[in-house]
């Protein structure tokens, strides 16, 4: 039988999430490609982060800084030493190296970033002397991080291309335990909103000893995947390390004290979120249609919160060959794209099979022009968890829809 995690990636395969990277050269090992539902749940993730962490707040600052960056940067940060991983016997540095340049005079070394907090230090003063903030504060990205795994594997939950989400957040020494128990607890609400199974998520305090080469204090935030209990996120407490290394300060213009801020820092995998998501939403379960106790058809469906769902709302057609049902489908599909992102028109096969497929890519709602909507100007709207269907006026449907987002 089908283990869920192969159900998973056939489904991201065959639908449109998740292809293999270079496929049609024999692929390349560690790296997946977004297809386009994948893509647009990709860009809801991040786009539900930045609206959480970034905008909706007036104490954090959003940058995107360069993946290159040379090599004095992964001195002083002190990734060139530590960032290894055993193998063969051997320590082996895991960051991806590059010239930059043609002139073999002129050519610079450099590093795709493995982490972007690197971005965030470097900018430190950039950001103090264009916004004045006060501490405490924090400087956040989004973007994309390259390892050189030894081993990937698991689908998306090793790879070595990456996308994270990022914050640096600058504290006063004395109250680090303060922002961290905050943070930690943002990070969990983060979670529930997002739609990842609270129930499978497990804190774990990361041992003295496993504790990487910046960091005084680090949770990770523990999923029960499929292949395994495995980190999701992590919550670190980089002390003063990095901006010490970096020769950087801050002069609090109000006390006149300088000191070095100590920094917090929740990280989240982009690609690992995506996994939980598809993990924690999979279902499959036994419609049965209406007006019947038994007989239902087995249903795979994918339970996603609407903000994240790739389609959030598809329309059809009951039939395909009456021109008018059609015309007027198009005329709600045209009303309805314009206030909700993004919606599908489907009038491929029949009904079922059409709810069959949204469910499928967990689209929240399918909007059905039947026969009455000639007569009413009424619709379906059917519920992808429940199956249930409501009829609704035409020009309800978006003001309800949101109200249902
Ligand atoms: P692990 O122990 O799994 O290798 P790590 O401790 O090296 O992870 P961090 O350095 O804390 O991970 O990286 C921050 C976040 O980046 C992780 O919480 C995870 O979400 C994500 N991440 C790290 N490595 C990978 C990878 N190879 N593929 C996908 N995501 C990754």
Known sequence: MESKMEKIISLAK????????SEIYGGLAGTWDYGPLGANMLY???????????????????????????????????????FTDPCEGKKFNTMFKSKAGALKDETTDVYLRPELAQGMFVNFKNVID???????????????????EISPRDFLFRVREFDLMEFEYFVREKDWKKYFEYWKKEMRDWIKETGIDNEKIHELEVPKNELAHYSKRTIDFQYDFPFGRKELYGLAYRTDHDLKNHKLDYYDEETKEKFIPHVIEPTFGAGRTLLALLDSAFAEDELV??????????????????????????????????PDIIKKAKEVYDMVRKEIQPAVFDDNGNIGKRYRRQDEIGTPYCITIDFETLDNDTVTIRDRDTGKQERMEIKDICFKLRKKF
């Open 289 to 322: 249609p209406p007006g019947r106790d038994e007989g239902g058809e087995k249903r795979v469906f994918l339970r996603f919160k609407p903000h994240i769902a790739p389609v959030k709302v598809a329309v059809f057609p009951l039939l395909k060959n009456k």
């Open 14 to 21: 065959r639908r449109g999430f998740i292809y293999p990277g």
């Open 44 to 82: 809801n993730i991040k786009e539900a982060w930045w609206k959480k962490f970034v905008i909706s707040r007036d104490d954090m600052f959003g940058i995107a800084s360069s993946i290159m960056m040379p090599e004095q940067v992964w001195v002083a940060s002190g990734h060139l030493e530590h």
């Open 130 to 148: 264009s916004f004045h903030p006060r501490i405490p504060f924090g400087i956040a990205q989004i973007g994309r991080c390259f390892r050189n």
